[in-house]
């Protein structure tokens, strides 16, 4: 069993810069692939990028595209998430996600793991 914790989120303002850690432990990171996914008030939980088991392969959503970049450091167990061009429409809960399986999904219920999330919050 994977116990995940991320860390820092903050205010930050538009077009501001901030990077996301996802630190895992109790299980063997690298059988596992992780996805950030955010939740705003009121709305449901949304995709937002995933890297494989290996770092190589990398997914992103559209509306991150170009802004956001994942990687993943398996020597310290841990994931990032490097958010630039921060938008007010960026703001929500951050929650990193482990899934045992290679085949890449978007969909909150394929992960079988996540973290307490971490608040982004942009102002305008």
């Known amino acids: 069993q994977v116990q995940l914790v991320e860390s820092g989120g903050g205010l930050v303002q538009t077009g501001g810069s901030l990077r996301l850690s996802c630190a895992a432990s109790g299980g063997t990171f690298s059988s596992y692939a992780i996805g950030w996914f955010r939740q705003a008030p009121g709305k449901e939980r949304e995709f937002v990028a995933r890297i494989s088991r290996s770092g190589t392969i990398l997914y992103y959503a559209d509306s991150v595209k170009g802004r956001f970049t994942i990687s993943r450091d398996n020597a310290k167990n841990t994931v990032f998430l490097q958010m630039n061009s921060l938008k007010p429409e960026d703001t929500a809960v951050y929650y990193c996600?482990?899934?045992?399986?290679?085949?890449?999904?978007?969909?909150?219920?394929?992960?079988?793991?996540w973290g307490q999330g971490t608040q982004v919050t942009v102002s305008s």
């Open positions: 996600a482990a899934d045992g399986s290679v085949v890449r999904s978007s969909t909150p219920s394929r992960y079988s793991y």
